[in-house]
């Protein structure tokens, strides 16, 4: 199991970004995925989950209504869209799934917000 993450860099606040987590090694479109971040000195918290076919999604309450997170099975891609971003959404973004008997991890991509 692979997961690679990509897209995140530095925004001014009020502006967007989309992560994309592209994923290999498994049967993609079997699996729930989530957005995890990590702020420093801070612990990893789940920011958005997604079901195996995209149909139910779920949100931390501290993005909902400006995060989307959706998939493109074909493509064997998560992505999570973030818009009105603020300086508390500064972190490193992991996607994350559990296959099996484990979880895995992606190396993750930094996000940083500027006020």
């Known amino acids: 199991v692979q997961l690679v993450e990509s897209g995140g860099g530095l925004v001014q606040s009020g502006g967007s970004l989309r992560l994309s987590c592209a994923a290999s090694?498994?049967?993609?479109?079997?699996?729930?995925m989530r957005w995890y971040r990590q702020a420093p000195g801070k612990e990893r918290e789940l920011v958005a989950f997604?079901?195996?076919?995209?149909?139910?999604?779920d949100y931390a309450d501290s993005v909902k209504g400006r995060f989307t997170i959706y998939r493109d099975n074909s493509k064997n891609t998560v992505y999570l869209q973030m818009n009105s971003l603020k300086p508390e959404d500064t972190a490193v973004y992991y996607c994350?799934?559990?296959?099996?008997?484990?979880?895995?991890w992606g190396q993750g991509t930094q996000v940083t917000v500027s006020s």
């Open positions: 997604i079901t195996s076919a995209g149909g139910s999604t």
């Open positions: 994350y799934t559990h296959v099996i008997v484990r979880g895995y």
């Open positions: 090694g498994f049967t993609f479109s079997n699996y729930a």
